[in-house]
C-alpha cells in the first residue's frame, strides 16, 4: 500500500496527522506522507486507511 497527499486538495486540517503521525507530518499549511512509507508498513495500513477515509476533501488516494 501507497499514500500521498494531493496538495492541490489539502486544507491543511491536520486531521491525518492526528490520525496517523507516524505516516503523515505538516510541511507548512498542507500535510505531506513521509517518504520512508512507500510502502506503509503492514502495521501502519489501518491507521493510514482511517486517514484516507476520513480526509475531509478526499486528498489522500490509497495505491495497493
Ligand atoms: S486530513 Fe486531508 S485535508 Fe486534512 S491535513 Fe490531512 S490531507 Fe489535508
Do not use: H, Q
Not at 505531506?32 to 478526499?58: F, I, K, Q, W
Amino acid at each position: 500500500m501507497k499514500v500521498s497527499v494531493d496538495r492541490d486538495l489539502c486544507t491543511g486540517c491536520e486531521l491525518c496527522v492526528e490520525t496517523c503521525p507516524d505516516i503523515f507530518k505538516m510541511d507548512g499549511d498542507v500535510a505531506v506522507a513521509y517518504d520512508n512509507n512507500d510502502p506503509v508498513p503492514e502495521d501502519m495500513e489501518d491507521c493510514a486507511t482511517e486517514a484516507s477515509e476520513g480526509c475531509p476533501v478526499e486528498a489522500i488516494p490509497l495505491e495497493e
